[in-house]
C-alpha cells in the first residue's frame, strides 16, 4: 500500500512540475508573438564565456534606469517613455495612476543596487559575434503586465542585428 501511496505522490508531483513549466513556455511565447516591442539603450560589456557559449552580457544606459533606486521595492514596476523608435527611457516610479501615450509599465528587479528589467545576457549561435559587436539596443518584448523578453538585439539604425547566412551554416 505503501508503495503504491508513494508511487501516486511522485506521479501527481510530476504532472504538476509538467504542467507549470508548460504553462511558463506558453506565457513566453504569448508575449513574444503579441508582447509591445521597446528597445533598451546598451553600455559596452564583455561580450563571450568561453565554458558558457557564445553570449554577450548586457549592461543597459542609465537613461532606462531611475536616477537613484533609493526607496524602490526590491521588486516593483516603472514606467518607461517611449520615443519614435521604441526606445525605452525612465519616466517615473509607477504610482499606479493611467500610462499616458507611449508610457508602458515595466516589471524591475533591484541587483546590488541597480535596477535590472530583464535578462542579463544574449545567447548568439557560434561564428556570430561580429554581427552583436555593433549592438546599441535590446529588443525586448513586452507583456500587459510588464513581463519583458529579450528578443534580439538592434544596431544604431534602430534595426534588428541578423547575421550572414554562410555565419549561420545554412
Given amino acids: 500500500m505503501f508503495k503504491i501511496l508513494r508511487t501516486v505522490v511522485v506521479l501527481v508531483a510530476l504532472a504538476v512540475s509538467l504542467y507549470k513549466f508548460n504553462t511558463g ?16 539603450q546598451l553600455r559596452p560589456v564583455d561580450p563571450r564565456a568561453l ?8 549592461g543597459y544606459d542609465r537613461a532606462a ?3 537613484s ?11 518607461l517613455k517611449l520615443d519614435a523608435n521604441n526606445v525605452g527611457t525612465f519616466a517615473r516610479r509607477d504610482d499606479g495612476a493611467a500610462l499616458m501615450d ?8 533591484l541587483k546590488a543596487g541597480d535596477v535590472n528589467f530583464g535578462s542579463a ?4 549561435q557560434e561564428g556570430t559575434a561580429k554581427t552583436y559587436e555593433v549592438a546599441k539596443y ?24 541578423v547575421p550572414p547566412r554562410d555565419a549561420q551554416g545554412r
Avoid at 565554458?51 to 548586457?58: R, S
Avoid at 533606486?69 to 514606467?79: K, N, P, Y
Avoid at 507611449?102 to 528587479?109: C, D, H, L, S
Fill in 65 to 67: 534606469f531611475p536616477k
Fill in 138 to 161: 535590446g529588443v525586448f518584448k513586452v507583456s500587459s503586465a510588464g513581463h519583458m523578453i529579450l528578443i534580439d538585439m538592434a544596431g544604431e539604425d534602430f534595426k534588428v542585428l
Fill in 121 to 124: 545576457r544574449f545567447y548568439f
Fill in 25 to 40: 513556455i506558453a506565457a513566453m511565447n504569448r508575449v513574444k508573438q503579441g508582447g509591445q516591442t521597446v528597445l533598451l
Fill in 102 to 109: 507611449g508610457e508602458i509599465r515595466v516589471k524591475y528587479a
Fill in 69 to 79: 533606486s533609493e526607496g524602490l521595492d526590491a521588486q516593483g514596476t516603472v514606467i
Fill in 51 to 58: 565554458m558558457l557559449g557564445d553570449y554577450m552580457t548586457l
